[in-house]
């Protein structure tokens, strides 16, 4: 059984960090891209970052470029999200994702394997 389980959201001041972490189990991590997505209260999913299988390449929107690094640990299974610097805009149930020898893609349509998300609050 596939599980990717979430943690590390909660409530931070604007202007702060917090870090998201995503563990894997069920499947062959390393075959796997990763992706981070969020959704907003009222709005649709959006993509975040992505990390590929190996190498390390990375992918971020462009609202968070700059504040957020995305991270894997393949010996251990799970995929982090370093966010920085929050805003209020960055409010949103946040989701990791798992891409079978995926290219790090935006396409959330294109992700097997999803986790259940973690809300992360930024006041202001």
């Known amino acids: 059984q596939v599980q990717l389980v979430e943690s590390g959201g909660g409530l931070v001041q604007a202007g702060g960090s917090l870090r998201l972490s995503c563990a894997v189990s069920?499947?062959?991590?390393?075959?796997?891209?990763m992706g981070w997505f969020r959704q907003a209260p009222g709005k649709e999913r959006e993509f975040v970052a992505a990390?590929?299988?190996?190498?390390?390449?990375?992918y971020y929107t462009d609202s968070v470029k700059g504040r957020f690094t995305i991270s894997r640990d393949n010996a251990k299974n799970t995929v982090y999200l370093q966010m920085n610097s929050l805003k209020p805009e960055d409010t949103a149930v946040y989701y990791c994702?798992?891409?079978?020898?995926?290219?790090?893609?935006?396409?959330?349509?294109?992700?097997?394997?999803w986790g259940q998300g973690t809300q992360v609050t930024v006041s202001s």
């Open positions: 069920g499947l062959t991590f390393s075959n796997y891209a």
């Open positions: 990390i590929r299988r190996i190498g390390g390449s990375t």
């Open positions: 994702a798992a891409d079978y020898y995926g290219s790090g893609t935006y396409r959330e349509q294109l992700y097997d394997y």
